[in-house]
T-cell receptor, first 111, second 118 residues
């Protein structure tokens, strides 16, 4: 049963514009959410996280928004750069448990 | 900080042989390490949770006698694929859990190991 869903398998954005990647979850016990970026044949790289006590967390060009009532989070990348082209995984967890991953969204940033 | 390494990065082996993959946390101690597998175009799937000094906890459907996990120290966990078959060909990724002074845990992933069984 997929508890973390990324319904858009792919997204194409022009360089300089905003990329918005979405993620939905079903388990109300999740209290910590993370985004990972993955290049082909490499392990995922941690990008940014957010605790359930917050609704926004910023780190440079990356901002994660959490809407607990809707069980929805999103990752905003602005401005998008070609080097951001990768697969982005949303993950959720609660204390002591492994991460539950979405299936990923492949982002392509075009010049 | 928080670097996790995996060795080897890729391995090709014959069917029926065993392959060992090492996962190390280089600059922090990890009481818990996780092993994942990723098939093409699919999400990362958790195989097992490895706790230092105790037996690993395997997810449903993962054969513990086939995928042997040893977590002998706070910085090293190994996954041994025994009697590998072509269907075991996959991308294996480990992660190590780090607890910070903020009280939150974050998982850091290794670079992955590409296994090809001929």
């Amino acid at each position: 049963d997929q508890q973390v869903k990324q319904n858009s398998p792919s997204l194409s954005v022009q360089e300089g514009r905003i990329s918005i990647l979405n993620c939905d979850y079903t388990n109300s016990m999740f209290d910590y959410f993370l985004w990972y970026k993955k290049y082909p044949a490499e392990g995922p790289t941690f990008l940014i996280s957010i605790s359930s006590i917050k609704d926004k967390n910023e780190d440079g060009r990356f901002t994660v928004f959490l809407n607990k009532s809707a069980k929805h989070l999103s990752l905003h990348i602005v401005p998008s750069q070609p080097g951001d082209s990768a697969v982005y995984f949303c993950a959720a967890t609660y204390t002591g448990y492994a991460l539950n991953f979405g299936k990923g969204t492949s982002l392509l940033v075009t010049p | 900080g928080a670097v996790v390494s995996q060795h080897p990065s890729r391995v090709i082996c014959k069917s029926g042989t065993s392959v060992k993959i090492e996962c190390r946390s280089l600059d922090f101690q990890a009481t818990t390490m996780f092993w994942y597998r990723q098939f093409p175009k699919q999400s990362l799937m958790l195989m097992a949770t490895s706790n230092e000094g105790s037996k690993a906890t395997y997810e449903q459907g993962v054969e513990k006698d086939k995928f042997l996990i040893n977590h002998a120290s706070l910085t090293l966990s190994t996954l041994t694929v025994t009697s590998a078959h072509p269907e075991d060909s996959s991308f294996y990724i480990c992660s190590a859990s780090a607890s910070w002074s903020s009280g939150k845990e974050t998982q850091y992933f290794g670079p992955g190991t590409r296994l090809l069984v001929l």
